[in-house]
């Protein structure tokens, strides 16, 4: 657990007078799930892009999977991208696509030289690992919002990638399907080792996927650690954000 795979210093970004960073440090360590926790508008999303060097920050360092994100272009851009997943919030899956058009997608467009067969094999797996084989010839239209987001994240697998970056993957879901969603996170961690981001305003997936849990408070993470020792703070912020959101 002692590799870093994601190491911000002093990261600062802001739009004209709008300061959203002010200085952010965070650390994920090899096999890691760290939870960011924030209001809206605090700055998740800016910090999601930098790490996957979709924004230029105006100051600090940003290093991931060994490399400075900041001075990536081109191919060594894309070949990194690869191996950073973004799980986005709405699944983002292709309507038009069958289930396993939208598996093979990222494969094909990314990897040459794959046979049908390797193909056929590596979407066949990724199904069983989400529970969703049934669902191969089906449209995304006829799945529940819970079983898109399942194969939203089986497709993010598909190449993979030392890092997940999870984009609310409980919001819009009920309680239960929660729970499978957060369970579903655990289960990639373990099976592939890959190290995880989880921006989410459920402190249920918090408290369970997050081995530690950063929150973002007035463009800084001021509170890092475990769940519980962040929300043992009397801070009246960080008590705020523990009451006004459910919590099993
Ligand atoms: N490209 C941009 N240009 C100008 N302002 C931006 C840009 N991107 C983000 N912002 C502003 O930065 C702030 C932080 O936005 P961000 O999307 O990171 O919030 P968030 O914490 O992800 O919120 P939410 O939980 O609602 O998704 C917002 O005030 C937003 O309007």
Known sequence: MDELVIDIQGLKKSFGDLHVLRGVDLQVHRGENVVVL???????????KIIVGLLKPDAGEV?????DVTLLRGRELDDFRQKVGFSFQSSALYDSMSIRENLEF??????RNLSRADINRAVEEALDD?????TINQMPS??????????????????????MLYDEPTAGLDPITSIEINNLINEVRQRTG???????HDLTCAKTTGDRVAMLLDGTFERVGTFDEVFADPDERVQQ????????
């Open 194 to 200: 890959a190290s995880s981001i989880i921006i989410t």
């Open 241 to 248: 954000f523990y009451n006004y959101n459910f919590v099993n």
């Open 38 to 48: 924030g209001r809206s508008g605090t700055g998740k999303s800016v910090l999601i």
């Open 142 to 163: 006829e799945l529940s919002g819970g079983q898109r987001k399942r194969i939203g994240i089986a497709r993010t697998l598909m190449l993979k990638p030392e890092i």
């Open 130 to 134: 989400v529970g969703l084989s049934q």
């Open 63 to 67: 290093r991931v999977l060994g490399q």
């Open 106 to 111: 990222p494969l094909v467009r990314n990897i």
